[in-house]
């Protein structure tokens, strides 16, 4: 069964930093785009950053871009969004997604970790 | 990177057709036939119904079918179902790099 599991979230002060995982099982990983995908409480989907299958590209919405890292390990199939200089906006559930193979959207999503900013 | 244009809610009675529109620009659905839709259920992940403007993955149902014009793509539920009451999203690749998603549209099944 393909699957994806975040996890990382948590309650951070603004200014502060949190690393969230995606543990992904089922699919070859190191063959799929990877995306990351935030909803803040009660608002629509955003679209935060992809990575490439062999980490050699990756892509910023201009929200997080100089924030934000995405990044990935094969090896050991997960797929990571460091998050440095958090703000108040940045509170969301962060959903972990797969990119169809050589396709532009994704096709399988994670149940998603919460990740809330405040003092 | 500014979200898509939904309606807000759209409705319908169980059996009816209702349609979903998602407005862009040129930039986006305009330039890309890569549009995607994703119902969503309260408290729970995204799942894809339409991909690539028009094509259904496995398991969606056949009532489910997209179509673009220009820069306006749109979703149709034909013989709406209770079970079809969901929040749905359109998203659209945008060159250079990124994807939009569009602000969502709940249906409601009357």
């Known amino acids: 069964e393909v699957q994806l599991v975040e996890s990382g979230g948590g309650l951070v002060q603004p200014g502060g930093s949190l690393r969230l995982s995606c543990a992904a099982s089922?699919?070859?990983?190191?063959?799929?785009?990877m995306h990351w995908v935030r909803q803040a409480p009660g608002k629509g989907l955003v679209w935060v950053s992809r990575i490439k299958y062999d980490a050699s590209v990756t892509n910023y919405a201009d929200s997080v871009k100089g924030r934000f890292t995405i990044s990935r390990d094969n090896a050991k199939n997960t797929v990571y969004l460091q998050m440095n200089s958090l703000r108040a906006d940045d509170s969301a559930v962060y959903y972990c997604?797969?990119?169809?193979?050589?396709?532009?959207?994704?096709?399988?999503w994670g149940k998603g970790t919460t990740v809330t900013v405040s003092s | 990177q500014s979200a898509l244009t939904q309606p807000r809610s759209v409705s319908g009675s169980p059996g009816q057709s209702v349609t979903i529109s998602c407005t862009g620009t040129?930039?986006?659905?305009?330039?890309?036939?890569?549009v995607s839709w994703y119902q969503q259920d309260p408290g729970k992940a995204p799942k894809l119904m339409i991909y690539d403007v028009t094509k259904r993955p496995s398991g969606v149902p056949d009532r489910f079918s997209g179509s673009k014009s220009a820069n306006t793509a749109s979703l149709t539920i034909s013989g709406l179902q209770a079970e079809d009451e969901a929040d749905y999203y359109c998203c659209s690749y945008a060159g250079n790099s990124y994807y939009v998603f569009g602000t969502g549209t709940k249906v409601t099944v009357l």
């Open positions: 040129s930039s986006d659905v305009g330039s890309y036939n890569y």
């Open positions: 089922g699919f070859t990983f190191s063959s799929h785009w």
């Open positions: 997604a797969r990119g169809a193979q050589w396709q532009y959207y994704v096709d399988v």
